[in-house]
């Protein structure tokens, strides 16, 4: 019989996920619903008004994340601080703790 593996989350790790996630839902419902309804000056300049839209709201998100990740920086304890952001910026192959790839970055 296999054993499952079972991950084990301190409150402090479910935290972080819960308003991450929040912040997330809460950027693509402003994608998903506003976006496609948004249009300024009639629908002259319609490819202009959608891009400016997009990535205004796309640079408030990353900004809001990351200062977002900086404020939980601060109130984290150390251990609970190095398991999470070894989490988001290394992967586990074969054992050994590897950086993203350049490319893994953006998924």
């Given amino acids: 019989m296999d054993a499952v593996a079972v991950k084990v989350q301190t409150k402090e790790e479910r935290d972080f996920y ?3 996630e929040r912040i997330s ?4 419902g402003i994608i998903l ?20 839209f997009f990535w205004i709201s796309s640079l408030a998100y990353s900004a809001i994340m990351t200062l977002f990740l900086l ?8 251990e609970e601080r190095n398991r ?16 993203f790839l350049s ?4 998924f």
């Fill in 84 to 99: 999470i952001y070894t989490k988001l910026f290394f992967r586990v192959e074969d054992g050994r703790k590897k950086p």
């Fill in 25 to 28: 839902l809460l950027y693509l």
């Fill in 71 to 78: 404020l939980y920086a601060f109130t984290l304890k150390k």
């Fill in 33 to 52: 619903l506003i976006y496609p309804f948004y249009f300024r000056n009639g629908y002259f300049d319609i490819l202009q008004a959608k891009f400016s």
């Fill in 18 to 20: 819960k308003i991450a």
């Fill in 103 to 106: 490319t893994d970055v953006f």
